[in-house]
């Protein structure tokens, strides 16, 4: 089992920048990669980000040029820095993890078997 554990989001301007945290513990050593997922007015799941165990990292068309992820190993902490945010940034932020499939964590089938609660994101 792994728990995820979100935080670090908030109300921002547009323009401005917020850095996500995912907190895992448990049996990560079972996970073969990590992303972010997002719950907007437009999408009810969308996906982010995703980083492979290499440190490999593929980035949705919206994100690219604006958001980073990135993993703290030592830490087991998943980050999401997002600059010059959007108001159609605005919307649920969640991590995600998955132990078989690498296309879970990049919006493919199945869709990663582990997830935490998620934090609000929001940008006016």
């Known amino acids: 089992h792994v728990q995820l554990v979100e935080s670090g989001g908030g109300s921002v301007q547009a323009g401005g920048s917020l850095r996500l945290s995912c907190k895992a513990s448990g049996n990560t050593a079972s996970t073969i990669c990590m992303g972010w997922f997002r719950r907007t007015s437009e999408k009810s799941r969308e996906w982010v980000a995703a980083?492979?165990?290499?440190?490999?990292?593929r980035y949705s068309d919206f994100a690219k040029g604006r958001f980073t992820i990135s993993q703290d190993s030592a830490e087991n902490t998943l980050i999401l820095q997002m600059n010059n945010l959007k108001p159609e940034d605005t919307g649920m932020y969640a991590c995600?993890?998955?132990?078989?499939?690498?296309?879970?964590?990049?919006?493919?089938?199945?869709?990663?078997?582990?997830w935490g609660q998620g934090t609000q994101v929001t940008v006016s």
């Open positions: 980083i492979g165990s290499n440190g490999s990292t």
């Open positions: 995600a993890a998955e132990s078989f499939w690498t296309s879970s964590c990049s919006g493919g089938e199945p869709g990663p078997n582990y």
